[in-house]
């Protein structure tokens, strides 16, 4: 074998020479220097569009790629990166078989960093590269592009779900779109609002649009709105998830309250040593929140104490629980238990659940028909609760485009592969 032909085999660079390897020993750093084969020099491209240009000008002289680590050595490539006059872009870099155009790694590092970063730990991923998170987002960012460009995403579908997820303190939303079949991640953009939500039915285009059978959300009055317009006879779907989490989040104020008014008696009496019962309520959080068939002995204990010390607080829990049955019910067996529910919950004397009461029946029809249609539940809340992982590891890309590259590349059912491998 060629030493050129071995080169640029480990480089993984075509359409080029090899012209020089240097080897700085100190810095651990092997620099290889290359350059376009003639052939392909005298078709030069633009960076941005591919077109063919004429030749522009030297551009800022030679540049450098980080390419793929050899061994335990760094390895650059180095070449020279004139510029074209692009009859649409203007003068531009030239484009290079070896790096996105603007990119500062290789393709192959590229997509090594993309594959470990949908495997591995954000530590892991920056020491094994030697790259800041930073990087990491935006080296992914443009995996993304790449893929998404490669592939349709909205392909046959038919049910989905719609959804907002926070993903920063302070307010800050996506909304992302989900395939009720494959259970895979559509599509996500920043904000939680009809514009947002727009542009995926745009994207989404007059025709797929018609052929949406079922969409599914959270009952939020601004995905409603969008839907009702752009998908007229999909029938729609409270995601079951979301209205037991409704109960969950009912409970917690009323849980918060009898804490409150427990605290609020001791500090009447000045007694600084017994806050025994506001204590145990605070920590009495995951006896009330968890199904009953996964509580520990020690949580049973407490929901024991609960229904004994605090009546009203008992009787939250059971309307939750209540709720929580209905789903797991044959539908008409399910409309009925709705009803009884409601009914219940109207002369129950604690203002969440009467106000949550009010939002069941609000959204009645929804709920029935997340029921009727058998809607997987457990697949949109899994994609959610992975999301929601994943907003926390992108926390310190500076960009929503970052994350959502992350989830989609995560879970978009395309996901990177390992340079070189099929
Ligand atoms: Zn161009």
New binding site residues.
């Given amino acids: 074998m060629q030493n050129a032909t071995l080169w640029r085999a480990l480089l993984r660079v075509e359409k080029t020479i090899v012209e020089d390897i240097e080897y700085d020993e100190d810095e651990q750093l092997l620099v290889a220097h290359v350059r376009l084969r003639a052939r392909a020099r005298a078709r030069s491209r633009?960076g941005?569009?591919d077109?063919r240009?004429p030749a522009y000008d030297r551009g800022e002289g030679r540049r450098r790629w980080r390419a793929l680590d050899l061994g335990t050595v760094r390895v650059a490539i180095e070449a020279a990166a004139p510029r074209v006059s692009?009859p649409?872009?203007g003068p531009?870099v030239v484009a290079v078989p070896w790096a996105r155009h603007g990119a500062g790694h290789t393709l192959v590092f590229d997509e090594q960093v993309a594959w470990l970063a949908t495997q591995c730990s954000k530590s892991a991923v920056t020491e094994l590269m030697r790259i800041a998170w930073r990087t990491v987002g935006a080296i992914i960012t443009r995996v993304w592009a790449d893929v998404e460009a490669l592939h349709d995403r909205f392909a046959d579908l038919t049910r989905i779900g719609i959804d907002e997820i926070s993903y920063k303190r302070g307010h800050r939303y996506l909304t992302v779109v989900v395939d009720h079949d494959s259970g895979r991640l559509v599509w996500a953009a920043p904000g939680r609002d009809k514009a947002t939500l727009a542009v995926f039915f745009d994207a989404l285009g007059e025709q797929r649009c018609a052929q949406i059978t079922h969409v599914s959300a959270d009952g939020a009055d601004w995905i409603s709105s969008v839907v009702t317009d752009r998908c007229p006879n999909a029938v729609r779907c409270a995601d079951p998830f979301h209205v037991v989490r409704w109960a969950t989040d009912a409970l917690d104020e009323v849980r918060r309250q009898a804490w409150n008014e427990a605290r609020g008696a001791v500090t009447q009496r000045r007694a600084g040593r017994s806050t025994g019962q506001a204590k145990a309520l605070k920590g009495a959080r995951y006896a009330l929140w968890k199904n009953p068939e996964n509580l520990t002995s020690r949580q049973q204990t407490k929901l024991a104490w609960i229904a004994k010390t605090d009546p009203r607080l008992h009787r939250a829990y059971l309307l939750k629980e209540g709720l929580r049955l209905v789903f797991q019910l044959p539908l008409e067996e399910a409309a009925e238990a709705l009803d009884v529910w409601v009914g219940w919950a109207r002369r129950c004397r604690i203002p969440a659940f009467i106000d949550l009461q009010r939002r069941i029946a609000k959204h009645r029809t929804s709920i029935l028909a997340a029921i009727e249609h058998g809607l997987s539940n457990g697949r949109i809340e899994s994609v959610n609760t992975k999301i929601r992982l994943l907003t926390r590891i992108a926390f310190g890309f500076n960009s929503p485009d970052a994350l959502i590259a992350l989830a989609m590349l995560t879970l978009g059912g395309h996901p990177p592969l390992l340079p070189g491998r099929a």
């Fill in positions: 633009c941005r569009c077109r240009s692009c649409v872009h531009t």
